[in-house]
């Protein structure tokens, strides 16, 4: 059979034409990708909870939820308010600190002066999932009430809801919630190996007692813990997939050969096909396949072929110009996913793309896709693009970065951000008090530097506006793969 390499600027006639112009246009030299990098970072401070340290340089922000786990009888101040809500869920919170120990892993080396803020980012994510996981078989996975926070607008500083605690143990199991805190663990048992091995030995056990206890008790959390965690993390696709997920992460960060097995063995999880390009803090499919691909493509082990061959699956049912039922592409170029907060999955995926283009360069490989083929440089190339189009290269010309460029998102949903902060305003300011922030047509006080919005809609629209969440809001998990890629291009613009 004939294959094309689909390599830019080349001819590609049986393509979506328009979309093509736009994906495989020139890069503009235009973006200060350390800028960016730096912002993206500094963005996790805007999100800590707890005591907040002397070297704290987001200053708007002060200490907050410092009872968290007092009704508990346990210490689970810390941590990272998902988004633009006061709510630490645990689920998000841990794929976001694996996401971010990946990003340093794979680009760290890139990061300069970065590297030092991107780790204490983990570490910031580590030290409460740590408290969260100290009692054997249990695993504390939310503080707060999300129905009482989200029934009120007000700055985690002032904050008077509910800071209920919930946790999963052996008779209300959550494989998922643990397995993704066991990877979280692991992954970043890596990041600290060379900079503090006493704390990544500490991570690294405490993972594996973690994935034994999700693997031994297993069960959805969104079962047992329904009415606190649904709608919000409630884990729609099952468990199955960050058992494997822990074990991948348990497997590159100890070389146990007990994890080897157990991949290989539950390798037929991913064999529902109608998921392979999905990869979020719910699905992670994508993410265990290229992980996995990493050994098949820069070492030898050949029996993980299977996750290769599933990884190529995914990359080409994301190229543009092939059509596929769940990934499109907006007139603009972004990669659009139905379901809201979409720059979750921009970033998600771009991250994957250009981390299995580096395995495959190493490798000299590319990926075969029907009658046509993907190199490396082309993998790196729509990374590329879909970085620039959140730091300004689209229909609208504006950034979807906070503080960033000339136009950015200036009534983001975000309440700490749109109150004015304990500085200005030192009077608690109550829970329907903060009513007239979130309505008020004015920009957010509080500039949440490095936020990256859900984005626009997949018309390239973007309406700016505090109601509108899905488009407005930043969330941990959709920074923390930017770290990676923002990383890669200042190294490599
Ligand atoms: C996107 O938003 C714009 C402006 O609100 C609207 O006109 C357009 O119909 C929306 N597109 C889709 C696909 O929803």
Known sequence: MARSTLSFPGNVPAFHALIFLVLLSPISAGHDYHDALRKSILFFEGQRSGKLPPDQRLRWRHDSALHDGATAGVDLTGGYYDA??????????????????????????????????????????????????????????????????????ERPEDMDTLRTVYKIDKNHPGSDVAGETAAALAAASIVFRSRDPAYSRLLLNRAVRVFEFADRHRGAYSTSLRSAVCPFYCDVNGYQDELLWGAAWLHKASRRRQYREYIVRNEVVLRAGDTINEFGWDNKHAGINVLISKEVLMGKAEYFESFRQNADGFICSVLPGISHPQVQYSPGGLIFKAGGSNMQHVTSLSFLLLAYSSYLSHAEKIVPCGETSASPALLKHLAHRQVDYILGDNPLQMSYMVGYGARYPRRIHHRGSSLPSVQVHPAHIGCKAGSRFYLSPNPNPNVLVGAVVGGPNSSDAFPDSRPFFQESEPTTYINAPLVGLLAYFSAHP
């Not at 002066?113 to 100290?134: I, M, Q, R």
């Not at 695993?139 to 999300?146: E, I, P, R, Y």
């Open 84 to 153: 633009g809500d006061n709510i630490k869920f645990g689920f998000p919170m841990a794929f976001t600190t694996t996401l971010l120990s990946w990003s340093i892993i794979d680009f760290g080396r890139n990061m300069g002066p970065e590297l030092k803020n991107a780790v204490k980012a983990v570490k910031w994510g580590t030290d409460y999932l740590l408290k969260a996981t100290t009692i054997p078989d249990v695993v504390f996975v939310q503080v707060g009430d999300a129905y009482s926070d989200h029934n009120c607008w």
